[in-house]
């Protein structure tokens, strides 16, 4: 497998499952320290189980709440404690609520608003100071296909995800004179835990017939996985990804060409 991670120091959050999981694991595997970051203590042990065992070692996992303030910077500084700097940051951890817009409770919106955009913010705050001591840190966060093409029941989340991409892109050019890089993810139709919950959290009512234009032409409509967004961050993090910056890499096997 390609080193060209070798000795970076990657905070990854979202790391128990899904995209965050193949993503920590596949940064470990080009030779990366990877701080895998979740809610889920238990889930975070398992993946520290399944790393491979000469990359164990690399794999430091730790609970955090992205969604709280003290939570955040308790973390960030844990991370900086053990390893002394940081390289990169994977934003991978979010929620769905999907409902009927005129029947979504404030208390849902607030907590999309809370967990995915709020969260976002507070993970890169905390962290930027430790990116720009030396040129050449990297932000990817995560915005979504649902935030530039309409997906029914999800206007809440989309506009969760789309303020992302408004943040990402300001980011990116705020601290770009000091070798910042910032770029959006935009995964559509990949298997995570996500994806995989959605039928369970649009309406009981919803009609289905405004959700087939979604389906990737790619490989017969499959769902993406998350080892195939995991190597496109890799990418975007080693110096193979240099030039990207202030942009979006949509993967989604075709299904908004």
């Known amino acids: ?24 694991l596949r940064l470990l595997s080009e030779g990366a ?23 164990r070692s690399r794999l430091f996992t730790q609970p955090v709440d992205i969604a709280d303030e003290q939570s955040v910077q308790e973390a960030v500084a844990v991370v900086i404690a053990r390893f002394g700097r940081l ?6 951890a979010g929620i769905l609520y999907g409902d009927h817009t005129h029947e ?30 030396k040129k050449g840190g990297v932000i990817i966060n995560f915005a979504s296909t649902s935030a530039f093409f ?9 506009a969760t995800k789309g303020a992302i991409a408004s943040f990402t892109h300001s980011v990116a ?3 770009a004179k000091q070798g910042l890089r910032a770029v959006n993810i935009v995964p559509g139709g990949i298997t995570s835990g996500i994806t995989n919950t959605t039928p369970q959290n649009l309406p009981a009512d919803a009609d289905w017939s405004l959700l087939e234009h979604l ?9 993406g ?20 910056t202030g942009t979006e890499i949509r993967i989604d096997g075709g299904a908004h060409t």
């Open 1 to 24: 497998m390609n080193t060209r991670l070798t000795e970076k120091i990657i905070i990854v959050t979202g790391a128990a499952s899904g995209i965050g999981r193949g993503t920590a």
């Open 33 to 55: 320290q990877v701080a895998a970051l979740d809610l889920r203590e238990e889930d975070l042990r398992l993946l520290h189980e399944s790393a491979p065992d000469n990359e």
């Open 87 to 92: 390289d990169a940051i994977v934003n991978a």
């Open 104 to 133: 979504m409770t404030l208390d849902r919106w607030n907590r999309l608003l809370q967990v995915n955009l709020t969260g976002t913010f507070l993970m890169v705050r905390e962290s930027l100071p430790h990116l720009l001591e």
């Open 150 to 158: 309409a997906h029914p029941y999800m206007a809440a989340y989309a």
């Open 173 to 175: 050019l705020e601290y």
């Open 215 to 223: 389906g990737a032409p790619l490989n017969d409509g499959r769902m």
């Open 225 to 244: 996985t998350p080892a195939e967004v995991a190597g496109v961050i890799a990418m975007l993090i080693s110096e193979d990804g240099a030039f990207i």
